[in-house]
């Protein structure tokens, strides 16, 4: 059975190589510009909405409210952010298997929980199409971790935003659940899942070469005999 941590840990390291040339600085400068605007527009929101409401004082906010309000504004510029391409056009449509259902069944059985050694037979097929998936799942992975950066940020905003508010017999926005539990599990499973499943594959990479090529599948017949039909015809 795999260490889940040295998984973990094999997989971020391929996340940290493979990040810098799957997205370019340009693109990580507009993931940056765009989640700094959201959270900008976001937070004037949140001050402006307080003040009018009566929430707060407009000549003394409180420090807790300052704090609150920038939590959340961050939290929903981080989840702004994970919309932003990061890619070529297509670039999350998984790529098409070119090997039996047999063969796929006996391939996801490597990436379960105590997964038995690559087969000989299966090492073509696990190596098949893997830079593609594996570029796949860090830029997948890039957008779980900010989602989860923003909903921690969110979260904790709100319930600041609680505290902040509680006096003025406003609505909680902790009591928002299911937003705060749907969030983190998507987030989870595709930056922590897709971090783990990195790391598998890698090791499911280095197993696989250090296995001989399967060879070619032996035609039958005679060297040299001639192919096609072995009824003859009337009059052979």
Request: one cysteine or more; aromatic letters at 8%; proline letters at 10%.
């Amino acid at each position: 059975m795999p260490d889940r941590n040295l998984v973990f840990r094999l997989g971020w390291r391929v996340f940290r190589e493979r990040f810098p040339e799957l997205v370019s600085p340009r693109r990580r400068r507009r993931v940056v510009v765009v989640g700094v605007v959201v959270a900008v527009v976001v937070l004037a929101g949140l001050l402006l909405l307080g003040t009018v409401s009566g929430d707060w004082d407009a000549a003394t906010v409180p420090v807790t409210a300052v704090v609150a309000a920038v939590l959340l504004a961050s939290g929903i510029g981080l989840i702004g952010a994970c919309f932003v391409p990061i890619g070529p056009k297509g670039w999350g449509v998984p790529p098409i298997p070119g090997f039996g259902w047999r063969t796929q069944e006996a391939i996801a059985r490597y990436y379960r929980r105590n997964p038995p050694p690559v087969e000989p037979a299966h090492r073509d097929a696990v190596l098949h199409g893997m830079p593609t998936t594996r570029d796949l799942l860090v830029r997948s992975a890039f957008r779980g971790y900010l989602l989860l950066g923003g909903w921690a940020s969110g979260l904790l905003g709100a319930v600041l935003f609680d505290v902040s508010t509680s006096d003025a017999g406003s609505g909680s926005m902790v009591a928002a659940w299911p937003l705060w539990l749907l969030l983190p599990l998507s987030g989870a499973t595709s930056a922590i899942g897709g971090t783990r499943t990195l790391g598998r594959q890698e090791q499911l990479r280095v197993e696989a070469e250090a296995l001989p090529p399967v060879p070619p599948p032996v035609r039958r017949g005679r060297p040299g005999s001639a192919t096609g039909s072995k009824l003859g015809l009337p009059g052979e």
